[in-house]
């Protein structure tokens, strides 16, 4: 026998099996000192943050001085009824709603279509092609359809080259959506939005599609409904929460990205534009933090929604 095997074999110390004894007999403290870690780190850095995010949004900024006073006060939030700030969480809220209804109807068909009928191969195929533009950077991918949405991008030139360059001009000329290119339009950035959270979506339909049982839907064939009705009332209700799930996804990260506008887009602010400019531009930190919190209540409210319907359990 071999040094290693006898090293191998041989007893754990008194002492490893005194401790082990000891915390096996206290499964209470063994999970405590499990969770402290994570825990710990959740509260001192996340909740503690949040903490500090809505304390700030309580003070106010000197208009003479420019100095932040640290009293108590709803000034702060007062200033977010003004118009231009009621314009931004209006914009934001509309691109993010429009977003989420078109992911979710883009995502649907491919979502059914690779629960229900696509082979194994075909499957693991259409998960990769999902899953592909996640894994390359999120600026490149955003300064890529810059590129093709530009005046002289792709999408242009073929256009023009099938005869369709005036609907394009007809489309960007609508003051709603439109802009002098697709690159500086409304329009041009809820395609790229679209195109960067739609992986977000597809995945939990399909989940919540994996999780409907084929003898359902071999019942509601047998018991003479036909497969639209099927679809209304057996399929969409079970995958309803699959859609509210990825709505959550879409809809918070259009609430908060400030890149996107930023980099598509013309010059009207979207909230996390607004928060970045007020906290670095004006260094008004409070008006920043409470236009912060704004999203956060429309996230708190939405998701205890989506708990309702739920949507937790396609997740």
């Known amino acids: 026998m071999t040094a290693t095997t006898l090293s191998a074999s041989a007893p754990a110390p008194s002492w490893w099996r005194r401790l082990s004894t000891f915390f096996y007999q206290r499964p209470n403290l063994s999970l405590v000192l499990t969770l402290l870690l994570p825990l710990g780190w959740l509260l001192v850095f996340y909740i503690g ?25 709803l000034r702060t939030y ?33 979502a059914y279509y690779m629960a229900r009928y696509a082979s194994y ?21 955003v300064y890529t359809w810059k590129i093709i949405l530009a005046q002289e991008g792709i999408i242009t030139w073929f256009l023009n080259g099938l005869g369709l360059g005036g609907v394009l001009d007809a489309i960007l000329s609508i003051p709603a959506i439109g ?3 697709l690159s500086f339009s409304f329009l041009g950035m809820f395609l790229v939005f679209v195109y960067i959270w739609l ?7 399909n989940a919540a599609l994996e999780r409907v049982p084929k003898s359902v839907l071999e019942a509601s064939s047998d018991l003479g409904a036909r497969p639209g009705y099927t679809f209304r009332r057996v399929i969409l209700p079970l995958a309803f929460p699959g859609v509210v799930a990825g709505s959550i996804f879409t809809f918070s990260l259009t609430l908060g990205d ?30 920043a933090a409470a236009m912060t919190v704004v999203p956060v209540i429309i996230m708190v409210a939405y998701l205890l929604v989506a708990r309702r319907l739920g949507a937790f359990d396609a997740l």
């Open 49 to 73: 943050s949040l903490a500090a995010l809505l304390t700030q949004s309580f003070f106010r900024l000197d208009g003479f001085t420019g100095q932040i006073v640290r009293q108590f006060s």
């Open 78 to 110: 007062s200033e977010l009824f003004t118009p231009a700030n009621t314009d931004i969480f209006v914009r934001t809220g509309v691109m993010a709603a429009a977003v989420t209804v078109a992911s979710a109807i883009i995502a649907f068909p491919l």
């Open 121 to 141: 191969r075909v499957k693991g195929l259409l998960y990769l092609l999902v899953l592909l533009p996640l894994w390359s950077s999120y600026l490149v991918r």
């Open 179 to 181: 802009g002098p290119s």
């Open 199 to 205: 992986p977000y979506m597809i995945l939990p339909i």
């Open 258 to 287: 400030y890149i996107i506008p930023g980099v598509i887009g013309n010059s009207s602010f979207f909230i996390g534009q607004a928060v970045f400019a007020q906290q670095g531009t004006a260094g008004n930190i409070p008006l």
